[in-house]
């Protein structure tokens, strides 16, 4: 870290003793540990702005991890003003990786966050596909909207979770249930969650994002999701 710091100063001083002022300072490194502790040296030694990445970081899955902690870990400490994700896979998948980690630490336009439940043996329905339609969709309509949105996958621990999100779903057997603003708005069969979510997004407005309520004409018409079948309180709950 201490020779990263050190060929950036040199760099630095060279420009300022020809009057150039105009800089942005970057001190990538493959190794994550190594760039986090580089960065954090310049900037508590200077004041100029700093680029940050991890470069040569690699694939799609390793890249996204190592980018994460690298850019992530500093951006919480607040240093950094402009990101790159660098990957070996296609390039929008770098611009995705970097929008995820800023949306992750609420900086920049928030957007939709999906929240997806890790899943375990209480898991009531197919919520892998579910959370995967609704992420695709969601990154594809480029929503310009500001919420959260909880994906869970029973009517045991699911609740909790959805009631805590702007718009939520706890899966049941065969249906769940949909919640808005931590109410139960309707119920729903399975095969309609994509689509309720994507329209519940689609018209979320100002209103709601100021917290508007759950609409209890709707409230009142929602079924009781069936839990039968998840009978085992020593699994993991979420
Ligand atoms: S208990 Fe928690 S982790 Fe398990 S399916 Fe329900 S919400 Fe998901």
């Not at 997806?116 to 695709?136: H, I, K, M, N």
């Amino acid at each position: 870290p201490e020779a990263l710091y050190e060929s950036a100063m040199r760099h630095v001083e060279v420009c300022n003793r020809n009057d150039f002022e105009d800089i942005v300072i970057s001190v990538k490194h493959s190794d994550p540990y190594m760039m986090i502790q580089a960065y954090r040296k310049v900037a508590e030694e200077t004041d100029y702005p700093l680029h940050l990445g991890v470069t040569e970081s690699g694939t799609l899955d390793t890249g996204t991890v190592k980018s994460s902690i690298g850019i992530g870990s500093l951006l919480a400490d607040g240093i950094g003003d402009t990101i790159r994700v660098s990957l070996a896979a296609d390039p929008v998948e770098e611009v995705k990786v970097g929008h995820r980690i800023l949306k992750s630490l609420g900086i920049g336009r928030p957007g939709v966050n999906i929240i997806a439940c890790p899943t375990c043996g209480r898991l009531v329905g197919d919520l892998f596909t579910v959370v995967e339609e609704v992420e695709e969709a969601v990154a594809e309509q480029d929503f310009d909207k500001n919420l959260d949105v909880a994906l869970m996958g029973c009517a045991v621990n699911g609740p909790g979770e959805a009631e805590g999100a702007d718009l939520g779903v706890s899966l049941g057997r065969g249906r769940a249930h949909f919640f808005k603003h931590g109410e139960v708005v309707d119920t729903i069969p399975e095969d309609e969650i994509v689509d309720t979510v994507l329209e519940a997004i689609e018209n979320w407005d100002e209103e709601d994002e100021a917290g508007g309520d759950g609409g209890p004409e709707d409230k009142e018409e929602a079924d009781a999701v069936e839990t039968t079948g998840v009978t085992k309180p020593d699994l993991p709950t979420s």
